[in-house]
């Protein structure tokens, strides 16, 4: 930022009734820092029978029946991705 690079990630979710997708968006040319992505879901209302990247692949996660979450992995530095979820 003070070199006049910088990144800006933005995240829109679409939830429904029958799942919910995630999708990350960024704008810049600062490189990413980290090495994977970790996104929590709160209020799912049952373990997922799908949760998957935006080319289909099976993707890490976790569900949490008491506490209703759900944790998903993308196991790459990336801030441009979407996956999506299904119970």
Do not use: N
Request: contains cysteine; hydrophobic residues 45%; glycine residues 4%.
């Amino acid at each position: 930022f003070r070199a006049g690079k910088s990144r800006l990630v933005r995240f829109a979710c679409d939830a429904s009734d029958a799942g919910i997708s995630v999708k990350s968006s960024s704008l810049g040319d600062y490189p990413a820092w980290w090495s994977a992505v970790r996104v929590v879901i709160h209020a799912v209302p049952r373990a997922p029978q799908s949760v998957v990247d935006e080319a289909g692949a099976k993707l890490a996660h976790d569900y949490d029946a008491a506490r209703k979450t759900l944790v998903v992995s993308l196991p790459r530095a990336s801030s441009d991705f979407q996956l999506m979820a299904r119970w």
